[in-house]
């Protein structure tokens, strides 16, 4: 039997009302957000983590399928927003949309939190920085944040602030987990990872709207796409045989659950209202 809570404000929609899943893990009845309830103490780890992540990143710099999926997006991307003027990545991780950006002659700079990254990606000739405050507002005229803002302990803030480096009338375009998609619906509460200083949001395309129209942006497009090999077990073996079960069922389907907003990933495209 589920337990409605009460004690818990969702940080997406402010309801009172959520599912308590397990540990701090909460899914807002409202928004059907998952988010993690915050604790300072929890999270001072954090840092020493990152350079155990960072070298994770840099070692899938060479995936192929990455490069693929980068080129995709940027055409994606290409299709609403210009390609002049300056483009800012945030969360560059290995670096490869800023490769992919670069070979079609795109002005772009990065930010990333880690030295590590930064320090790697310097030295491949680009220019990182470590925060949104390096960038002056009102000079960029689109940004990409790729499964990033989960990440983050308040995606509205970093919504707002966003949207102040942003032109008028500038592209926003974010990838994140979708909550609500097939594998989420599928596993319920314990859809991807949540825990401090991994993942402190799964939002939908609900609640991702919601905050981007908070912070002054509207939709242009929206897509799901994805059926992510979600299912984790103890056994390697078992986790490659359900997952490629789960992949090949639904594999002819796939077109019908994006349309129908149930991919496990959202890509949305957004502009900034004047």
């Not at 059907?32 to 960072?54: C, F, G, I």
């Not at 405050?133 to 940004?143: G, R, V, Y």
């Not at 796409?225 to 073996?237: A, E, L, P």
């Amino acid at each position: 039997m589920k337990v409605i809570t009460k004690q818990h404000i969702c940080p997406i929609c402010f309801s009172r009302n959520s599912v308590g899943v397990k540990n701090q893990i909460h899914r807002c009845i409202n928004c059907q957000s998952l988010y993690l309830t915050y604790n300072t103490a929890l999270d001072n780890n954090r840092h020493n983590k990152d350079d155990v992540m960072s070298e994770k990143f840099l070692s899938h710099r060479l995936n192929k399928k990455l490069f693929d999926l980068f080129r995709q997006r940027l055409t994606n991307l290409l299709q609403l927003a210009k390609p002049t003027g300056k483009f800012l990545d945030i969360g560059s991780g290995n670096g490869i949309f800023l490769h992919v950006a670069k070979q079609h002659n795109l002005s772009i700079v990065g930010i990333d939190r880690s030295p590590t990254i930064r320090k790697y990606l310097q030295k491949q000739g680009n220019i990182i920085y470590n925060s949104l405050d390096k960038i002056a507002n009102n000079s960029i005229n689109a940004i990409t944040i790729f499964d990033v803002i989960e990440h983050n302990r308040n995606p509205q803030k970093l919504l707002n602030s966003i949207s102040l480096k942003l032109v008028d009338n500038g592209t926003l375009m974010i990838t994140t987990p979708n909550s609500s998609g097939f594998s989420g619906r599928l596993i319920k509460n314990t859809f991807w990872r949540m825990h401090i200083g991994e993942h402190y949001f799964i939002l939908n395309p609900k609640s991702l709207v919601k905050l981007l129209n908070n912070a002054g942006f509207r939709l242009v497009r929206l897509r799901t796409n994805t059926i992510h090999w979600w299912f984790i077990s103890s056994n390697r073996i078992v986790n490659i045989i359900v997952n490629k079960i789960v992949f090949l069922l639904t594999y002819p389907f796939q077109r019908i659950l994006f349309e129908s907003q149930l991919g496990d990933n959202i890509e949305i495209i957004a502009q900034k209202i004047k």
